[in-house]
């Protein structure tokens, strides 16, 4: 009888790594993990998918079939073991009989039966006959979408094997596009059209001399133009005469648009493209484009209004900014506002007057570089040379930790909690009496430990204990012992096995984690 084995129940499920842990203690030598479940003596039982079991006189080598071992004479088909004497192939859940064949989990004659696209055709059919997707087809008939055409009825195929239909060419046209989709695979759109004729995207049309074809962004949108004159030209679905108008286009050309030139001769227009995907024409001999816009402006070199903000022209050079569509003075941006910055800081879009040297933002406030540390937006006194923050705390931390959770922790003033809470006039008067009475406290000074690193929320010196998820464990890591989820053993120790359910787990038993 097996050896009664003592577990730790203490489970662990690793969020990144999915693996469960489990100490077992106690246990019998030579024996090893099956899985979490369990351990196992390998020469009188057997661990298949976790369950344990005694090996049989009839069980093949350790082979498992599921939760079982397999016997002689038998096969494993789908994770089943079933009987298997003529040492067959498996077809689905079942093993094949000698002379039959497999079509999509099911066996079949193949002398009397045909197997199209994992389907049977048919009960009894002639198996001379050729494979139509899912159907049988005559041999000689032409597959279109499916369906065998019979090439004697002057139909063809308008698409493939799977996507497509029959027309006739003599009366019809097949007009096709293909479209090349983001994760390789590719889409084709048919449209069959009465009369003989020149496709222009899915329409089919006859295109004379007075007529042109004008793709757009999508081609299925394609037009056909009218071109009496035959001086027209495509920009984009529209057609245009180049002689007195202009094309213009974005850069990726998803926006076109016609635009009616000067009728004097001698101005150069060109098109001004704006990232708003506005389109106009401008002179560059006396005009600017605004790309912000995709407007123009009047340009005056001699002034020397040669950049654009907004859609007004300005000289870059004569101490103006321009920010965010608004012109200033100053040598920065401050969101919309223009500044000096030997004058003023910036900080959180707010602008602050300089009190002096070695002055930083900290939020939306300043601090003394030389005497304070900003942490988090809240400055302090600088107490140590090397410290560093511990959320809105600042501490020494060559013989402390900061052990904050990992989960955000709100550590905004009281003011700056009630500055956004500014817009809801509904708030009960009584709750923001009690938060007035509240004092503000450092809400990292909390969660600064002890130690040189944290185990959970707590500090702890790694040269003298270890952590075993979140658990400390007075242990010298020098010592050898190991975690197993929150528990510490030896894995040296002929009594104990840490297992876990991946199967990259050594032999031993014991989880790399």
Request: one cysteine or more.
């Amino acid at each position: 009888m097996k050896f009664l084995v003592i577990v730790l129940a203490l489970f662990f499920i690793s969020v990144n790594a999915a693996v469960n842990y489990r100490l077992f203690t106690n246990v019998p030598t030579g024996e090893q993990c099956c899985s979490n479940r369990g351990t196992y003596n390998p020469n009188t039982e057997f661990c298949c998918t976790g369950s344990i079991g005694t090996i049989g006189t009839n069980d093949l080598n350790g082979q498992c079939c599921g939760s079982r071992l397999l016997q002689n004479g038998q096969a494993c088909c789908n994770s089943r073991s079933v009987s298997n004497p003529n040492n067959q192939p498996c077809c689905g859940n079942n093993v094949l009989a000698v002379g039959q064949s497999c079509c999509g989990g099911r066996s079949y004659n193949p002398e009397s039966q045909k197997c199209c696209g994992d389907e049977l055709v048919g009960n009894v059919i002639s198996i001379d006959r050729d494979c139509c997707g899912t159907s049988g087809m005559t041999q000689g008939f032409t597959c279109c979408g499916g369906v065998g055409i019979n090439p004697t009825t002057g139909q063809t195929c308008c698409g493939d094997e799977t996507n497509g239909r029959s027309y006739n060419p003599s009366s019809q046209t097949c007009c096709s596009i293909t479209t090349n989709n983001d994760d390789g695979t590719v889409d084709t759109r048919i449209q069959i059209a009465s009369g003989v004729g020149t496709c222009c995207g899915l329409n089919s049309r006859v295109l004379d001399i007075n007529q042109i074809c004008c793709p757009s962004e999508s081609v299925s949108d394609a037009r056909i133009v009218s071109n009496s004159n035959n001086n027209l030209q495509c920009c984009g679905d529209e057609g245009y005469n180049p002689t007195t108008q202009s094309c213009c286009a974005t850069e990726d050309a998803s926006v076109t648009r016609v635009l009616t030139r000067s009728t004097d001769p001698t101005v150069n227009q060109e098109c001004c493209v704006g990232t708003n995907k506005q389109l106009s024409l401008y002179n560059p001999s006396t005009q600017i484009c605004c790309t912000d816009r995709g407007v123009a402006a009047n340009l005056n070199e001699r002034d020397g209004l040669t950049a654009c903000c907004g859609s007004t022209a300005y000289d870059p050079k004569a101490n103006q900014v321009c920010c965010q569509e608004t012109l200033g003075c100053g040598d920065s941006c401050c969101a919309r506002n223009a500044y000096w910055m030997d004058m003023m800081l910036c900080c959180d879009n707010t602008l602050i007057e300089i009190m002096g040297a070695n002055w930083a933002c900290c939020g939306k406030t300043y601090y003394n570089t030389e005497t304070q540390v900003c942490c988090q937006g809240v400055p302090q006194m600088k107490l140590y040379d090397n410290g560093a923050c511990c959320l809105d705390y600042h501490y020494n931390d060559a013989h402390y930790a900061c052990c904050a959770p990992a989960v955000e922790v709100d550590t905004r003033k009281k003011d700056d909690k009630d500055d956004d809470k500014d817009d809801d006039k509904d708030k009960d008067d009584d709750k923001d009496k009690d938060d007035d009475d509240k004092p503000y406290n450092y809400v990292g000074k909390q969660y600064v430990k002890c130690g040189n690193s944290c185990c959970g929320n707590n500090g702890y010196f790694t040269e003298a204990a270890t952590c075993c998820n979140s658990r400390l464990y007075e242990t010298d890591p020098s010592s050898g012992f190991r975690c197993c989820d929150t528990s510490i053993f030896d894995p040296n120790s002929i009594t104990e096995l840490c297992c876990c359910d991946d199967a990259a787990s050594d032999l031993t038993g014991v989880c790399d984690a």
